[in-house]
């Protein structure tokens, strides 16, 4: 019996290519064993069945962003309820018509780059793209979020207008936002908030020191792109066309 060998040199030999080219054939999910996708050029085979798709194309694979529909009570970033578990093939929201082929590593290979409170809901944005990590980490402060948040407590003008003012938060001064009145039910006050720089906590103790107490948030909105009809705990491709 021959000793297993790595899937490259095996592709490498079958196809008569170089082994950086059967690398880049192996992740971009080119190369089934058995009639499984394997995307991992280390992957160890011997007598297994290895076939090239015939509509296989030499590029390396590119770097994508996704966007998430977060439920309450999952964390955007590594804990121990990450909301990066619903990362999966079968959380793929069905109306992503712009969708490229899926690979594992899409799914495997993300950093969380929009924080947002545990306990709110709303757009959460995973991306491999050093541009979009770039634009939404170096330059927060300048990328305007929008979210509807429900507060108990008297929204009145006074009220209103201070939170329309540049706040101070953790003693650090932020820009000031937009914020009007969506809904009223009941004792319960809906608020539209457009604020830049995002940060967790940001807005409760913009509310607080109102006199007002946050009971639900969900984002809508980071920079440009929306969260629309994307339904909760379901994840979607940042199209080509698309621009924070």
């Known amino acids: 019996m021959s000793e297993p060998v790595r899937l490259s040199k095996r592709l490498s030999d079958m196809v008569g290519c170089s082994r950086r080219e059967a690398e880049l054939y192996i992740e971009g999910g080119w190369v089934r064993v058995d009639g499984r996708v ?19 194309r030499l590029e390396p694979a590119a770097a994508v962003t996704l966007l998430l529909h977060k439920p309450p009570g999952l ?6 309820t990450p909301a990066r578990q619903l990362l999966r093939a079968e959380n793929h929201w069905s109306g992503d018509h712009h969708a490229p082929r899926m690979l594992q590593r899409h799914l495997n290979v993300q950093n969380s780059v929009t924080p947002l409170e545990t306990d709110a809901s ?7 793209d050093w ?18 948040v429900d507060v ?17 938060i953790d003693g650090r001064a932020m820009l000031p936002g937009r914020v009007s009145i969506s809904r009223q039910s009941g004792d319960v006050t809906g608020l539209r908030f457009a ?21 639900a948030m969900k984002r809508l909105r980071v920079g440009r792109i929306a969260m629309a009809a994307l339904p909760l705990g379901q994840w979607r491709y940042l199209a ?5």
């Not at 770039?134 to 979210?147: F, G, P, S, Y």
């Not at 604020?195 to 009971?215: S, T």
């Open 195 to 215: 604020v830049k720089g995002h940060r967790p906590g940001q807005i409760a103790q913009m509310c607080e020191a109102a006199g007002l107490r946050v009971v």
């Open 152 to 168: 108990t407590g008297d929204v009145s003008a006074e009220r209103l207008h201070q939170l329309n003012r540049a706040p101070v």
């Open 240 to 244: 080509p066309f698309e621009r924070f």
């Open 122 to 128: 709303g757009l959460l944005v995973f991306t491999q």
């Open 75 to 80: 964390d955007w970033d590594h804990s121990t």
């Open 131 to 148: 541009r979009v990590e770039r634009k939404l980490v170096q330059d927060a402060a300048l990328v305007e979020h929008e979210l509807l």
């Open 38 to 56: 394997v995307e991992v050029p280390q992957f160890k085979v011997d007598a297994q069945t290895v076939e090239l798709d015939p509509k296989a």
